[in-house]
């Protein structure tokens, strides 16, 4: 019974805050929680915002699976050729500092791999079926019609060539 009885206070306090008549204050602010849950509800449920989601989750379980192809088999296809698999171990001494210029290149090693991966198991794949089941776009008209016979007229036109209308 008292938590009933604060939470009617806390909504007696927040609907003068809001402005709201002490008799009417219950039902006002009910419908204003109801529109502010709507609201919020209609942004979480918009297409993009989805989508995003959607696309944050697959984008991480794809990075488990991209390093796991880079490690596991890119990596050491290159230490079959270049001796090391990465290159963490080049560094660069300066005057008592240490410029580690190999870990920058296996970033870089390691960027590129990403990139063609993405490349050509996700783009190429999805341009591919949207060419294959987009239509064809429809060619440009390269005539237009005169309004005086209705005849066509090449579009580079001034003149209509049947009845000599301006077009």
Not at 122 to 141: H, I, N, S
Request: with cysteine.
């Amino acid at each position: 019974m008292g938590g009933a009885v604060r939470y009617t206070r806390l909504q007696n306090r927040v609907g003068q805050e809001l402005g709201l008549a002490r008799s009417s204050n219950t039902k006002k602010l009910r419908d204003t929680e109801v529109q502010v849950l709507k609201g919020f509800r209609d942004f979480i449920l918009r297409g993009n915002v989805m989508d995003l989601a959607v696309a944050v989750i697959i984008g991480a379980a794809f990075t488990a699976i991209v390093t796991a192809l880079t490690q596991n088999i890119i990596s050491p296809l290159i230490a079959a050729f270049a001796g090391k698999p990465n290159f963490d171990s080049l560094v660069w001494n300066v005057h008592g500092g240490v410029v580690k210029y190999g870990t920058f290149f296996t970033a870089v090693i390691d960027f590129i791999i990403l990139a063609a991966v993405v490349y050509f198991l996700l783009v190429l794949p999805t341009q591919y079926l949207l060419k294959r089941f987009k239509p064809a776009e429809a060619e440009p008209p390269k005539t237009k019609v005169c309004p005086q016979c209705l005849s066509d007229v090449p579009l580079a036109a001034t003149r209509c060539k049947f009845c000599t209308q301006p077009v």
